[in-house]
């Protein structure tokens, strides 16, 4: 008899370098003046605001670049999607600042690209991060990650097409921070 579990990917958590994590914090703390406003699928009333990342965008990247290499040790094969008639390499999209005040809240979505990531830099009272997915039966499951401001400084690494939600809060007057991005192909170079 033989007993065989289906393959799946999962999410990486790692905590940042204390010195990327404090340049962020500084660009988190100007940026809702200062840098543009990001525009998605997803702005609307109640819903967080979201600016682009400007200052840091390097370091994280060259960051993020090798928690890809630590997620492909577990979890490897997430990029071969043979679609491509040869591998491509990565472009880092511009990340995003998310803004979540009292009641705001970041509906149930996917990102576009491969892989995805999520910075928790303040977390004024315990929130709720989760992801939701089906098993191959189609029942619903949900991870809910319970955060709270022991988190901040942790980054989390997943697929891009894996649908999470960021719940809302009630029982602070502060602004939640928190950095998304993605890491998408890049077809810059591809010959027609």
């Known amino acids: ?3 065989n579990n289906l393959n799946n990917f999962g999410y990486l958590m790692d905590s940042l370098p204390k010195d990327l994590f ?16 990001r525009v998605t699928g997803l702005t609307a009333r109640n819903i967080t605001k979201h600016r682009s990342l400007v200052r840091n965008n390097k370091n ?5 670049k090798n928690l890809i290499d630590k997620y492909n040790e577990v979890w490897p094969g997430l990029h071969n999607i043979a679609i491509f008639s040869n591998s491509l ?6 990340p995003w600042i998310n803004y979540q005040k009292k009641g705001e809240y970041i509906p149930n979505h996917t990102h576009d690209g491969v892989y995805s990531y999520s910075i928790w830099i303040k977390i004024p009272t315990p929130s709720q991060f989760e992801f939701i997915y089906t098993n191959i039966m189609g029942g619903i499951y949900t991870q809910t990650i319970h955060l709270t401001s022991k988190d901040e400084g942790k980054i989390i690494l997943f697929p891009s ?3 999470h939600v960021v719940y809302p809060f009630n029982d602070s007057n502060e602004t939640r921070l928190s950095i998304s991005g993605n890491l998408i192909f890049d077809t810059s ?3 027609d």
Do not use: A, G, Q, R
């Not at 994280?60 to 993020?64: H, I």
């Open 161 to 163: 097409k894996l649908p």
């Open 89 to 94: 390499p990565f472009k880092f999209d511009v």
């Open 189 to 191: 170079k591809v010959v």
């Open 60 to 64: 994280l990247f060259n960051y993020v």
């Open 1 to 3: 008899m033989i007993y």
């Open 22 to 37: 404090n340049s962020l914090i500084e660009e988190c703390e100007t940026s809702e003046k200062n840098n543009p406003e």
